[in-house]
């Protein structure tokens, strides 16, 4: 009698398991070590749907990677399926984010083993296409950059400092490349000089937390001599289901009035409220318009305020066209009365504020499926303020996952950076977290302190060095008067930018090339490189 041979090949667990223990290395959780050996079960599986395969099992690595996305996305996603209170369409776009998410780990394992038929053994092809992929996932109108792996270490001043060198993605690169060299040190049947490869890894391990231990240590000395500009956050705390009922708008009106007038005393230079924090439309609302201004005046500074905004379509002859395009929009203002020149989010939330791929305003069926999504416009000017003789700018809501819209800001000027949103849709899960941990990156990256204001929390501010100062806790009213250190002179990322996954775009395709010509000229049999590579 033989063995039943098990239904499923225990190679094809690696990657879920792996996916998920990967997930539990992201805020709140913040389990550390599995940073380093989540991937472990994933590249178990590589090494096992390649090593028997010559010229590589590509379409076996695909599933798997795409395993591996599902499980890890699925986990750390699940906080969108919630919003089904606010959505019919909540679960539905938990299920296609979670797809699309998952191309992340089968784009990365198809390239590791395409890149073994050209002789690129996966230690070196694996960090290579997760960098550039991660990267390439954060263009067009499906760019969605949250969870990268370089934000496992949001919460770790130490080990986030290179982000001034080359952004999250080269947090995202040490990472991976560290867990992989791990894994060919710990790995069964391993053909590895071990020596050599527990060299490596140490020095891996090592460089960043020196760098970060040498930088936090200079700037740490030099903090004090920065000039500073005190600002206020506020948070209101409204309910989602009370924010655009009309019954409740002198009660909005009155929790931001109340809120704003208790930091007066400390008399700072600029009040933050969130994202569509006025409960009308502040350019067009004749009560809103005068409200505003009349409480600038009272406590003598500008307040900045998220908003509904929107312009009117002219057509051919200049008249108006009837129609309207819609912005989540920002104004400042002034004492004065002056309502200063808008910013309006440019990186629009997919589904839920905008219909994909459809430019201007939705019409037939897009408009008709926009009624259960958003109908807002992009933006299309990155807009600066200035304060007491500092620029700021600011990124609405989830514009702060994108490394590329802090940077625009900061060539725009901005010596400081603010972020107003409204997390009040997620409840008490992990999103209102791993939302507010990218601020750490963003501050890092460029060397500028971040007031965040949020409506239902986390509101606070993080200083240049990537480290929160103050935060509040979810569901309360509260405010925030931090004096923000404003060093100045950006960084190599601030100057570079994304240098460093478009170089590992270039290395992986470079390596591929040689390889390619390699194996064109070699004999074919056994000994060609095509054949003879381990790929691991």
Known sequence: MTAERPAVDPRWWGPPIGGVAFALAYPPVDLLPLALVGLWPFLWFLDKELENAPSGSWRGAFAGGYL????????????????????????????????VMAFN??????????????????????????TGVEWLRSFGDLGFTWAVAGDVLANYPLLIQPAELG????????????????????????????????AMVVVVAAAVPAYGALRLDRLERQLEGWPTLRAAAIQPNVPQDMKWEEAFETEIHRRLSVLTLRVAPREPELVVWPESAVPSWLRYDPRTRALVPALAAQIEAPIFTGTNDADTLTGRSGREAGDYRVYNAAYLVRPDSIVSNRYAKQRLVPVAERVPFVPGMATGFFERLSAWTGQFSRGEEWTTWTVEGFEFGALICYESVFPSVSRALVLEGADFLLNITNDAWFGRTAAPYQHASHLSLRAVEHRVPFLRSANTGISGWVDPLGRWRERTPLYEPATVVADLPIPGGGTPYTRWGDWLPFACVLAWGGLALVGAARARTAPRGRGSVVASSTGR
């Open 167 to 198: 952004g999250v993605y080269l947090l995202s690169l040490w990472v991976v490349a560290l867990s992989t060299a791990a894994w060919r040190l710990v790995r069964p049947r391993s053909d590895t000089p071990r020596t050599a490869t527990a």
């Open 68 to 99: 591996f996305g599902l499980a890890q996305y699925g986990a750390l996603l699940y906080w969108i399926a919630g919003l089904t209170g606010f959505s019919v369409m909540a679960v539905p776009a938990y299920v296609a984010s979670v797809m």
């Open 105 to 130: 780990g089968a784009l990365t394992a198809g390239g590791c083993a395409l890149g073994r038929r050209f002789g690129i053994p996966v230690a070196v092809s694996f960090p290579l296409a997760w």
